[in-house]
Each structure stands twice: as structure tokens, then as C-alpha cells.
């Protein structure tokens, strides 16, 4: 999607991706958590405390503050399509240990220790995406890692909250197993996928089965975790 088309919908996200989730009975900050805590235990269990981490299709800035929660953060790099979503970002989560770029004005110079991209390669043209992987690679020092979240084509209820958000209607989903070689032929080593947000909110007790589920293909996103060769 041009990035004049994401500007247009810059100051709607929010209120777009609500109207989206309501079937999950969960916000997009509930998902924003999820993500964000689950890719911390997968670093933990990998002895890992990225300092430097890049924020790829940050959009507004939702992500930005819970990434700096990781252990051992010490700076975030936003970078988005979007110039409208980066000057909210920069309203809402600028600070001292915050920074915000344009993709025109980004310039990847192998200093990020983690990358975190969410929901972002499905708005990438099929042909554009081996450049994206590069940009992201180049971006990651060695060794650093890339968690690379998108939404599960198997599930239905994925489908069916894209259908209702202008932004995602149009969107060409990734299925993990193509996500998995083009990232392997990005140079980056695949360590594992993992499957999250199975269960809505009326049946939320059921999960603390989740982490025992994650290998399968049930939940509403997956997360490719890779390092950089």
C-alpha cells in the first residue's frame, strides 16, 4: 500500500482496528502486550537482552513503549511508511530513548540488536518484500534478531477481522511456511515459529493452554523468530 494511502487512514487506525477486533472481545492494546511478552520469553529462553531495537511499520507508536520494557532496552527506532503516523508517533511516544523515522529518511547502518515487525508484510507488494527483507537485515547487527510477527491465513476469525478494516480488506496474507524461506533467503536463520491468540475473551480461561498450543497453527497471528547470521 503507497503511503499516501496510509496517511489517509493515519488518524482512523485506531478506530478501524477496534471496529475490526470486537469478535476476539479484546483491544489492540491486549494483542500489543501479547506480542510483546511473548517475544520477550522466547529471548529470555535464548539468553538474549537486545539494547538497540527497531520498531519496523511502527505506525503510531502503539508498540513503542512496551518495547522499551524489555530487559536490557536502552533505545527505540521507529520507522514507518507513513509521515502522519510518524508525527503521531512522535506526539505520543517521543522521548529521550525514542526516535522516529520516515522509510525515506531511514537509512539502515547494522547497529540494531532486535528488529519487531508486526503486521507489516502483508501491505508489502509480493515483489517488494525480498527488499524489505534485505532492509531489514541490514539494519540488524550481527547476531541480532528478528521477530517477525503476521496474521494466520488457517484461522478464520483472522480472515474475518481483516475483512472488516479498510486498511487490511486488500491485503495478500503471508502463510508461514513462504514467510519462512523468503526470511531464509534474506540471511537470516529461522530458530522457530510459534502460534498466539487462540481463544477470545469467553474463553479466556482456556488460555493457559496457549503456550503448550503454540507449535500448532490455531492462533490469530505467528511469530517467526530469526537471527541474522
Request: contains cysteine; neutral net charge; charged residues 20%.
Amino acid at each position: 500500500m503507497p503511503s499516501a494511502e496510509f496517511d489517509r487512514f493515519a488518524e482512523e487506525y485506531d478506530a478501524s482496528l477496534s471496529r475490526g477486533l470486537v469478535l476476539s472481545g479484546e483491544n489492540k492494546e491486549f494483542f500489543a502486550r501479547g506480542r510483546v511478552a511473548w517475544m520477550a520469553a522466547c529471548l529470555e529462553r535464548l539468553s538474549a537482552a537486545p539494547r538497540t531495537i527497531l520498531d519496523f511499520g511502527c505506525g503510531t507508536g502503539a508498540a513503542t513503549p512496551l518495547l522499551l520494557q524489555l530487559k536490557g532496552a536502552e533505545s527505540v527506532l521507529g520507522v514507518d511508511i507513513s509521515g502522519r503516523s510518524i508525527d503521531q508517533a512522535r506526539t505520543t511516544a517521543g522521548s529521550d530513548r525514542t526516535s522516529f523515522r520516515t522509510l525515506a529518511e531511514f537509512a539502515p547502518e547494522g547497529d540494531r540488536e532486535l528488529a519487531f515487525c508486526n503486521g507489516v508484510f502483508h501491505h508489502i507488494p509480493v515483489a517488494e518484500r525480498a527488499d524489505a527483507v534485505a532492509l531489514l537485515h541490514r539494519a540488524l547487527s550481527a547476531g541480532g534478531y528478528l521477530a517477525f510477527w503476521e496474521n494466520n491465513p488457517w484461522n478464520p476469525g483472522t480472515r474475518w477481522v481483516m475483512s472488516r478494516i479498510p486498511f487490511d480488506r486488500d491485503a495478500v496474507m503471508l502463510w508461514p511456511g513462504e514467510a519462512r524461506r523468503m526470511l531464509q533467503r534474506g540471511g537470516f536463520e529461522v530458530l522457530h515459529t510459534s502460534f498466539q491468540f487462540v481463544f477470545p475473551r469467553p474463553l479466556s480461561w482456556l488460555r493457559r493452554l496457549e503456550p503448550s498450543l503454540a507449535p500448532f497453527p490455531l492462533g490469530a497471528q505467528y511469530q517467526i523468530l530469526c537471527r541474522k547470521s
